[in-house]
């Protein structure tokens, strides 16, 4: 059964840092993109980050920009989201997905098919 899985989320204040992983099953993640998304109270779901399988190549959104980082543990068939300068507005469920696109095609373009239930951040004083 292919399948991800989250975990790391929690209560972290303004400024901390949290590192969520992304456990993937049933598939060598390195063979995939792997993007991560967030829906908070309100908003729209919106991706915040993402890995394109082969090159490694990276994408953010420019509200994390510079603070969150991807990056992949080939041995643990893994994915990280570390967030770091964590702000009370990227308090949310995040959600990690898997997909495949062209070599060409930017992961935050990939269409996600394999997604997590998803892990509550939560920034807050």
């Known amino acids: 059964q292919v399948q991800v899985v989250e975990s790391g989320g929690g209560l972290v204040q303004p400024g901390g840092s949290l590192r969520l992983s992304c456990a993937a099953s049933g598939f060598t993640s390195d063979n995939f993109d792997v993007g991560w998304f967030r829906q908070a109270p309100g908003k729209e779901h919106e991706g915040v980050a993402c890995?394109?399988?082969?090159?490694?190549?990276?994408w953010y959104a420019d509200s994390v920009q510079g603070r969150f980082t991807v990056s992949r543990d080939n041995a643990k068939n893994t994915v990280y989201l570390q967030m770091d300068g964590l702000k009370p507005e990227d308090t949310g469920v995040y959600s990690c997905?898997?997909?495949?696109?062209?070599?060409?095609?930017?992961?935050?373009?990939?269409?996600?098919?394999?997604w997590g239930q998803g892990t509550q951040v939560t920034v807050s004083s």
């Open positions: 997905a898997a997909g495949l696109s062209t070599p060409q095609t930017a992961c935050n373009l990939t269409p996600y098919a394999t």
């Open positions: 890995q394109s399988r082969g090159n490694g190549a990276t």
